[in-house]
């Protein structure tokens, strides 16, 4: 629960002015520094009144009501002379509360009853739960002396303390009075059912049992400020219970004086918790849509001003996407109104499921949906969203007995080229939905429709990627791999090629990345795997074997078991275990650690009977340990690893050490990346078991790729 903004109120100062700043539910507060504070104190320094306080006399609009409180003239002031005091009371609960008033006339009974011992009444004796270091001369401790606090002696009331501890007790205020030398004399028996805690819990001078954490000193500073110019203080605060439980509590703080000096200090509390938590919920009723739990219009337009407040201070963009639901009235109209809130909220999470941490998702009614994405670099981010919103929403919805498909239109618009402000930018968001509408619903169109070169050949390649199968532009290359000892030809790393009709041959630089953001890469994997499987049947009934075939797995393919799974059928289908074929998947060090499924995958592979390489080993992160407890085969060594050995004495030995590293784990290790014959001498000398690069041969197809194999048997 994050502790609410206050308004600080200066001496003679009939405006309040915000201390702090108005936060939205999901801020927090720190102090300059970006750390939150955790102290308590009320200790000397930061705490305690500060020395020379008393200097600042009270201001005179408050000063006559304090005083009739004071010497006990006019109890009733007290409520006056609390509002006119510094103080520090929550601004969402000093208006339409009356608890101010309460704390108010709960101190006013305490001052009246003069540090009255609660013991006396049955009820448990506790100190408050801070540490305190007063100084044992208050006359020179910066509490207010005889020209600024009405020296009385013992304040003079009209009714016995007997009653006014009865009517303390009987609005449920707990209250603490200590000493000015810091001994604890009382509480009553409300400050222990707050609390939790009794007399036996506390140590006569360690008072932190309640220390919340939460207020740092400037917090304590002003606090004893307002005590020490006016006799004191209102406001907030935290407190933590026996049970752990952050109390908010509003304070009432009172200096008892006689003959000149502090005498006593008189605390009562007042529980803030019922009032907080309805607060909370107006809060939650004024930005949430009630039916997803999601942002509504109000705090959306909210979010979306601060974004672009921040883009035209760091330049970076902002995208608005408007999402609306395709068929949305026919789930309305066919099914009970209770499965079109179900889609909505199921379509809530899978959209939330789609964002960062720092993106909106909101609601605007009925199946219309904006997500906020502050801080993007172009459009090109917001289309790999709107893909995977796609792709999610795409999904069946399991609804009552029945599944349910739903699919968006979705419309972009983006900060500054749409529009400045927060209503322009959703408006033309709105209107590019309505042009995917037009084009035929699940799609998605951005609002100006000249973009820019680069988001239109990105979005031809990526439409030519996704019909680069069924059109049969793609092939599969082998790059062969040697045994350093011998030269002969070991295997092949299978490769993607793309010919395109129009644009030729396309680097894979290009087209892979597109293939692993749009999600292509997963069926143009289980094609290049179910290639590489058909090659090794055919090549096994020629009797070309032994030989070894890898295939690269993109971290997608195996991100999830269901990923992983469409991959296990493949080989279920298409590769034949044992013999002198030999089938190899080839995993990133990076993929292995993104999730659970992922390193299980690697022991699926095994029970398939297919060995397992780790790919560019060296540019990642890996635990020995995780290596050594997968089913690992072959360390490929980065091409980063072999560039300079022969130049380089440093990279000599580092190269030397993972060679090394690989053997002793009774690993297989393959260099990449090998381009000259210095550089093969070297990992013949270092005990490197296979060798891959230009200077062994380029990427071939499969015709001479079959052809250089039998040569390097034969020696020709």
């Known amino acids: 629960m994050k502790a609410l903004s206050s308004i600080r109120r200066g001496a003679g100062d009939g405006h309040g002015s915000v201390q702090g700043k108005a936060a939205l539910p999901d801020e927090e507060a720190f102090d300059g520094s970006g750390t939150i504070v955790d102290a308590a104190h009320l200790s000397t320094g930061s705490g305690r009144p500060p020395q020379g306080a008393a200097e600042a006399a009270p201001a005179a609009d408050r000063s006559a009501a304090q005083e009739r409180v004071r010497n006990g003239s006019d109890p009733g002031a007290s409520a006056e002379a609390a509002r006119a005091a510094p103080d520090s009371i929550p601004y969402d609960l000093h208006e339409g509360s009356d608890l101010p008033e309460r704390v108010a006339f709960g101190l006013a009974n305490a001052e009246a009853a003069g540090g009255h011992d609660w013991e006396a009444t049955g009820s448990l004796v506790a100190p408050l739960g801070f540490e305190v270091e007063m100084p044992m001369d208050t006359s020179s401790a910066g509490f207010p002396q005889s020209d600024s606090v009405p020296a009385t002696g013992q304040p003079q009331c009209p009714v016995a303390p007997e009653i006014a501890v009865m009517a303390i007790e009987q609005n449920g205020l707990a209250v603490v009075v200590w000493e000015a030398d810091g001994r604890i004399v009382s509480t009553n028996a409300a400050f222990a059912r707050l609390t939790g805690y009794t007399a036996a819990d506390f140590g006569r001078w360690n008072l932190c049992l309640l220390a919340s954490g939460r207020h740092d000193p400037e917090f304590f500073s002003a606090l004893w400020d307002g005590v020490a110019a006016s006799g004191r203080w209102q406001g907030e605060l935290w407190i933590r219970a026996r049970d752990g439980r952050e109390i908010s509590c509003l304070l009432g703080l009172s200096a008892l004086c006689e003959a000149g000096a502090v005498r006593r200090y008189v605390a009562v509390f007042a529980d803030l918790t019922a009032e907080r938590h309805a607060h909370e919920e107006s809060l939650r009723l004024a930005h949430e849509d009630p039916l997803t739990g999601l942002a509504n219009r109000r705090l959306l337009i909210d979010r979306l001003r601060q974004a672009i407040s921040g883009a035209r201070r760091t330049g970076a963009g902002v995208a608005v996407l408007f999402v609306d639901l395709d068929g949305f009235r026919y789930i309305n109209d066919s099914f009970a109104r209770s499965t079109g809130d179900e889609v909505l909220r199921l379509t809530a999470r899978r959209l939330l499921g789609c964002v960062r941490e720092q993106d909106t998702v909101a609601r605007l009614g009925s199946d219309e949906f904006v997500v906020l994405l502050p801080g993007i670099g172009d459009g090109t981010q917001a289309m790999t969203v709107v893909r995977k919103m796609g792709a999610e929403l795409f999904q069946p919805m399991a609804l009552g007995s029945r599944e349910q498909k739903v699919t968006a239109s979705v419309g972009i618009s983006l900060f500054p080229d749409d529009g400045t402000d927060p209503q322009a930018l959703i408006q033309h968001a709105e209107t590019a939905m309505f042009g995917a509408k037009a084009r035929g619903r699940n799609s998605y169109a951005f609002y100006r429709r000249q973009m820019t070169e680069q988001v239109q050949s990105r979005l031809h390649l990526e439409a030519s990627l996704a019909r680069a199968l069924e059109r049969n532009e793609l092939s599969v290359v082998f790059q062969p791999q040697i045994d350093v000892a011998n030269g002969v030809v070991t295997g092949a790393e299978t490769l993607l090629r793309w010919q395109h009709p129009e644009l030729g041959a396309v680097a894979p630089e290009r087209f892979i990345p ?60 298409y590769w034949e275990p044992g013999g002198a074929m030999e089938l190899e998947i080839e995993i990133t060090e990076s993929s292995l650690q993104t999730s659970e499924d992922s390193m299980a995958a690697a022991g699926l592979f095994k029970s398939a009977g297919a060995t397992l390489a780790i790919d560019d080993f060296g540019t990642g992160y890996s635990s020995l340990m995780t290596l050594r407890q997968l089913p690992v085969d072959r360390l490929k060594l980065d091409r980063s690893f072999i560039d300079g050995v022969t130049a380089d004495a440093g990279r000599a ?64």
């Open 514 to 573: 597109l293939a692993e953001e749009s999600g292509l890469i997963r069926p143009i994997g289980s094609w290049v795997l179910r290639s590489v499987c058909e090659q090794l049947s055919s090549w096994r009934r020629e009797g070309l074997g032994p030989l070894r075939l890898a295939v690269n797995v993109s971290p997608q393919q195996i991100a999830r078991r269901k990923h992983t799974d469409q991959l296990m059928a493949i080989l279920a289908k």
């Open 653 to 716: 030995r580092l190269a030397a050490a993972a060679i090394l590293m690989g053997r002793t784990m009774g690993l297989r290790v393959l260099a990449e990346g090998v381009e000259d014959d210095a550089q093969l001498a070297f990992l013949r000398r270092q005990g490197c078991h296979e060798a891959q690069g230009f200077l062994i041969g380029r990427p071939m197809s499969a015709t001479d790729f079959r052809e250089l194999v039998l040569r390097s048997r034969t020696g020709h």
